[in-house]
C-alpha cells in the first residue's frame, strides 16, 4: 500500500516505500502518526503548497493583465498610426482601469505594510458637476536603497453625502478598510484647518484620535501659504486695486 499525499510531500515512512502490512490497523497507525516523517505532517505541507500555488496564481495573473493591456495599447497605437508619444498616455489611461491599477494598488498597499505605521492628507474638493469629494492621500517612510525616506500617494477620492465631520469620518474609515489598513496604524493627519476638520469637541481629528490617541493634526502648508497670500493682498496697495479692477 502507498500513500499519495506522503509521496506527494516528500516525507519518508512506511507507505511511501510500500506497506506490505495490508491490514486496517497500519491504516490507522499511518494516519495517527505524528513526527517530520508522518501523514500528518505531510498534509500540513500539502496545504502550504497549495496556498502558495494559490498566491503564486493570483500574482501572476494579475501581472499577466497589466502586460495585456500595456500591449494591447502599442498594438492600438501602431494600428491606428498614432505616434510613441501616445503610448504612455494611453498606459495613463489604463491607471484609471482595474488591470493596471490593481497591479499598482497591490504594491502601495505592500509599501504601507512595509511601513507599518501612515499618516494621512485630506481634503474637499467639488468638481463641475457641484458633487463634494474627498481626497485622500497617504504618506509613509519608505526603504529608498540604504536609507528610510518619507513618501506621499494618491490613496483614493470619495463622493461626500455632505461637508460634514459624520460623513468625512465615515468616508475615511470606510476606504481604509476597503484598503485593508488599520485606522489605529494612523500617526499623522494633515488638512485645511477648517472647522469641520480640526474642531476641538466633534472634528475630523478629535474623532480620529478615539482610533489612535498619538495622532498628530498638522496644517497643510499650501492652505497656510494661501491664508498668508490672501491677509498680505489686502495690505498691499498695488494688490488691493488689482482686485478692486
Request: aromatic residues 4%.
Amino acid at each position: 500500500m502507498f500513500c499519495d499525499i506522503c509521496i506527494n510531500a516528500q516525507v519518508c515512512n512506511t507507505f511511501t516505500i510500500g506497506c506490505t502490512i495490508l491490514k486496517k490497523e497500519s491504516v490507522v497507525k499511518h494516519t495517527e502518526g505524528k513526527g517530520l516523517n508522518s501523514h500528518a505532517r505531510a498534509i500540513e505541507i500539502s496545504k502550504q503548497s497549495n496556498c502558495m500555488d494559490a498566491a503564486r496564481e493570483v500574482t501572476l495573473s494579475k501581472n499577466k493583465c497589466a502586460i495585456v493591456s500595456a500591449l494591447r495599447n502599442v498594438y492600438f497605437a501602431a494600428v491606428n498610426d498614432l505616434s510613441n508619444s501616445t503610448v504612455p498616455k494611453l498606459h495613463e489611461l489604463c491607471i484609471e482601469q482595474a488591470a493596471i491599477s490593481k497591479v499598482l494598488e497591490d504594491k502601495l498597499l505592500a509599501k504601507v505594510e512595509a511601513s507599518k505605521e501612515f499618516s494621512i492628507m485630506i481634503d474637499e474638493s467639488t468638481d463641475v458637476s457641484v458633487h463634494q469629494n474627498l481626497l485622500v492621500y497617504i504618506r509613509i517612510v519608505e526603504e529608498i536603497g540604504v536609507r528610510w525616506e518619507p513618501r506621499s500617494y494618491f490613496l483614493g477620492v470619495r463622493q461626500l453625502a455632505s461637508a460634514t465631520a459624520d460623513s468625512i469620518i465615515r468616508e475615511v474609515l470606510d476606504l481604509l478598510t476597503s484598503k485593508g489598513l488599520d485606522v489605529g496604524d494612523i500617526i499623522g493627519i494633515s488638512t485645511d484647518g477648517a472647522a469641520v476638520m480640526v474642531g476641538s469637541k466633534s472634528g475630523v481629528v478629535t474623532r480620529l484620535r478615539d482610533f489612535s490617541l498619538s495622532l498628530l493634526a498638522t496644517h497643510c502648508i499650501a492652505h497656510r501659504l494661501a491664508l498668508g497670500c490672501g491677509s498680505g493682498a489686502d495690505k498691499v496697495p498695488y494688490l488691493v486695486k488689482f482686485q478692486e479692477i
